[in-house]
């Protein structure tokens, strides 16, 4: 399955403050060929966000510090076509939903992350 969304040359940045998690999305996303920066800070991503040559942003809702939402928003500002795909394993608000490009529960892991994940990309 994972041979349908191969990437090309794509750099996919994961912020989780779970890291087993972050392991995860790893893992998945470059067995279909992606690159993949990942931390457990939320402003540490959000530097990356800004500095790195990206082409998605997955990330956390809930995180110590700075919520996905704020992170989401702080992106936004400084790099505003840039995907966003939230990645959260709780109840998201509707503000946020406005914000993203894409909201993926993480009990939906295997079956929607990935193909999320490379439409934004071939959208940008």
């Known amino acids: 399955m994972a041979q349908a969304y191969r990437a090309f040359e794509r750099t996919i940045l994961c912020i989780d403050d779970n890291v087993a998690i972050l392991k995860y999305e790893k ?16 402003q540490q991503g959000l530097t990356l ?12 809702y809930q995180m110590p510090g700075m919520n996905g939402h704020n992170l989401a928003a702080a992106i936004r500002k400084c790099r505003p076509n840039m995907p966003i795909v939230m990645f959260s394993g709780c109840k998201i608000p509707e ?11 993480k009990t939906e892991t295997i079956q929607r992350l990935l193909p999320t994940v490379a439409r934004l990309c071939n959208r940008s």
Not at 27 to 42: F, K
Not at 49 to 60: E, G, K, N, R, T
Not at 95 to 105: H, I, K, N
């Open 49 to 60: 966000a800004m500095l790195s040559q990206i082409d998605a942003v997955v990330l956390d």
């Open 95 to 105: 503000e946020t939903y406005q914000l993203v490009d894409a909201v993926v529960p």
């Open 27 to 42: 893992a998945l996303l470059e067995r279909s060929g992606y690159n993949v920066l990942t931390t457990t800070s939320a």
